[in-house]
């Protein structure tokens, strides 16, 4: 069983920016596919951004041009910058580990993804 923490998330005015981070217990170099996700009261789980093993990435529509995903691999850690905050970015932004990237990677079911973190929040006044 793989374990994942995130953390650095945070209240942030609109227009600010933010570093999220996920340690992944166990290494990353063992999983395929690396991806952030977020959720809001009155809205589903949606993909932000997914990162490959190759090192391939993929944004949503929604943050696309905002965010960056990246990972340090000798330190196991996955990361999510994003610029420009708006309101509507404010969710609980979760990171996963998946075992093959699809092209609807973004929505549900995520059933390529095995593990999930506990979240952390963001909230943007």
């Known amino acids: 069983h793989v374990q994942l923490v995130e953390s650095g998330g945070g209240s942030v005015q609109a227009g600010g920016s933010l570093t999220l981070s996920c340690t992944v217990s166990?290494?990353?170099?063992?999983?395929?596919?690396l991806a952030w996700f977020r959720e809001s009261p009155g809205k589903a789980r949606e993909g932000v951004a997914d990162i490959g093993s190759d090192g391939d990435t993929y944004y949503s529509d929604s943050v696309k041009g905002r965010a960056l995903i990246s990972k340090d691999t000798a330190k196991n850690i996955l990361y999510l910058t994003m610029t420009n905050l708006q309101p509507d970015d404010a969710a609980i932004y979760y990171c996963?580990?998946?075992?093959?990237?699809?092209?609807?990677?973004?929505?549900?079911?995520?059933?390529?993804?095995?593990?999930w973190g506990q979240g952390t929040q963001v909230t943007v006044s």
């Open positions: 166990g290494g990353i170099k063992r999983h395929n596919c």
């Open positions: 996963a580990t998946g075992r093959y990237h699809s092209g609807s990677w973004y929505k549900p079911p995520f059933s390529q993804y095995d593990n």
